[in-house]
């Protein structure tokens, strides 16, 4: 296809900039796109004046400054901070784990009464050794309250399988904070779009040199894509890419049932989440929350969310890096090298999780390498 420079398969976060970036530089792009609408899984609508986001809560937090004056120019952020509560059958604890958490579980007061009480549960647990499973880890790290009432029954939830069953490098460390700070990042720059995250993507697309096609899968064809366009950028699996040549790559899950209530404010906060194992879901939005309070105020929105077995054809939210899929993963991104012509980028085609933040980071370097820019180039917007 003459018109164009530039396929880009996939319009998230990752090929929305990569669009707009090489229309600064005079290049034509088609952006094609799977879904019925742009921004990836970063997609918002509103309802009742509310911002619902349709892939799961997504808060931006980043230290890197570069990205976060870069992200500022195309929508307004609020100051949202996460702060997320635990409910445990009824008992509410405040997270990430603080000395708020464990106030509430022991009355500890002081950062030392409450190091000196984890340090006490760890013993009486008396794990020698390298922890065996994923229980045996957390309770090395943090004793075995916190594991039981907040670790133990969310986790078994998320993997659909007891924690002595699961390896135990999913937990490499635990977050523990002697402050009393319910702050889940330690971010610098943290915030929510004003009006979501759509706009965003919606701007960069926005050019006299882009087009953007929704409902076109690449893969319905991929030969003729391929033969017409000079230069690839592909942001869909990298496995499906390669026909599984090596095997299929494999991803958690996650399934979202939102409802309208007639109500100003159901839960009080953001996200709650479900610790125990009885309780289906893992956590529960409430939208306008995120937006302090905005929207209609007789209604409000809520999501919840609920673990699901990945299958092909299923959406793929987080992969599974463990030593057999990072393996197939590697030999996938040796097989990318040789293709000259296409570029693999963003969390599918990197088989990789990325924040926001991080997608936007290695979007900036697959354009920097594109176009020469050298590694000092600052992407700034006026
Ligand atoms: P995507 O957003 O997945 O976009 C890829 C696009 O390519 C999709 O629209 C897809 O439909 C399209 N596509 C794929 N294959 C094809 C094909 N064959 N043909 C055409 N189109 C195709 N990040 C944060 O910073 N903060 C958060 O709080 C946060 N929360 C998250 C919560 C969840 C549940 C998930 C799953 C992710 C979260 N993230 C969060 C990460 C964030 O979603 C990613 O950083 C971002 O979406 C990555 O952008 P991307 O362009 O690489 O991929």
Known sequence: NKKYDYLIVGAGPFGSIFAYEAAKRGKRSLVIEKRDHVAGNTYTHQEHGITVHDYGAHIFHTDNKEV??????????????????????????????????????????????????????????????????????????????????????????????????????????????????????????????????????????????????????????????????????????????????????????????????????????????????ETPYTRVMEWKHFEFGAGDEDKTIITKEYPAEWKPGKEAYYPINNAENNDMAKKYANEAKKVGNVIFGGRLGQYRYLDMDQTFHEAFEAVKKEFNLGSDFKFEEK
């Open 68 to 277: 976060w004056d870069y992200v500022n120019h195309f929508a307004d952020f609020n100051n949202y901070q996460n702060q997320v509560i635990a409910n445990y059958k009824g008992e509410l604890y405040n997270l990430p784990f603080n000395m708020n958490t464990f106030y509430k579980m022991w009355g500890t007061k002081t950062p030392a009464e409450a190091a000196a009480k984890i340090e006490e549960q760890k013993k009486v647990a008396g794990i020698n050794g390298t922890p065996k499973n994923l229980e045996e880890q957390a309770i090395s790290l943090i004793g075995t309250d916190i594991y039981q009432k907040l670790i133990k029954g969310y986790t078994e939830k998320q993997w659909g399988r007891k924690a002595t069953e699961l390896p135990s490098f999913i937990i490499k460390r635990l977050p523990v904070r002697y402050i009393y700070d319910n702050n889940y990042f330690n971010h610098r720059y943290q915030g929510i779009p004003v009006g979501g995250y759509t706009q965003i993507f919606d701007k960069m697309l926005d050019n006299d040199l882009i087009d953007v096609q929704t409902n076109t899968d690449f893969f319905a064809n991929k030969d003729e894509y391929l033969k017409e366009f000079p230069r690839v950028l592909f942001t869909g699996m990298i496995d499906q890419y390669f026909d599984y040549k090596h095997g299929q790559l494999e991803y958690r899950s996650l399934k979202f049932e939102t409802e309208t209530i007639d109500e100003n404010n159901h839960q009080g906060n953001a996200v709650i989440n479900y610790t125990d194992a």
